[in-house]
């Protein structure tokens, strides 16, 4: 399972214990949490992620994080406020 299959899991299990008592179809849930999650994507809202400063990144680079480390540079970019995301919903 995927980050974003577990969030949308999350998602309708925390819509049907909101709906918990009410007049609600069972089936209402997941489209309920589809739109919830849909809604948050279009405003921007990403997944952080942990990985590694890509490849394509350093190929054939002879620059600072070449020089300095990969590691070192993953560093300086996290000082500067740049994160490896991923989007809350898969495109198609």
Known sequence: MNKQEE??????????????????????????????????????????????????LCAGCSCYHVKNGRIKFKEELGKAGYEAVDPLIEEE
């Open 7 to 56: 969030i949308q899991e999350i998602t309708e299990s925390f819509v049907a214990d909101a709906m918990l008592g009410k007049n609600f179809d069972e089936g209402d849930i997941k489209p309920i949490a589809t739109c919830l999650l849909s809604t948050l994507h279009s405003r921007g809202v990403v997944i952080k992620v942990e990985r590694d400063v890509p490849d394509s």
